[in-house]
């Protein structure tokens, strides 16, 4: 982190700043604040299926074994499925 990126709360660090805003109002200071411009870049998009509840819990059930979040799985077996069948 630059040195003193934050300008209000006078933190050196991203857990200085934090801890500052878990305890200050921004109403409080908005008088010290500056307007800002930037870019957000996205770089994935999540569409989201239907999938039946008893399915769904059995998917979490793998995915915890695993250690991965069924996110994680569900996209694995997506493209696993997907090379075996449209892409060979």
């Keep these: ?4 990126k934050s300008s209000v709360s006078k933190a050196s660090s991203y857990k200085g700043i934090a801890e500052y805003w878990d305890v200050h109002d921004l109403s409080k200071v908005w008088d010290k604040t ?5 870019d957000v870049h996205i ?3 999540a569409i989201y299926y239907a999938v039946e509840k008893s399915l769904s819990e059995k998917v979490h ?5 695993q250690g991965i979040s069924s996110d994680t799985l569900i996209n ?5 499925k997907l090379q075996e069948h449209s892409f060979q």
Excluded at 1 to 4: A, S
Excluded at 34 to 38: A, D, G, L, S, Y
Excluded at 76 to 80: A, G, S, T
């Design 34 to 38: 500056r307007k800002v411009t930037f």
């Design 76 to 80: 694995l077996w997506i493209q696993q």
């Design 1 to 4: 982190m630059k040195r003193n």
């Design 61 to 65: 059930s793998v995915a915890k074994k």
């Design 43 to 45: 770089e994935t998009e």
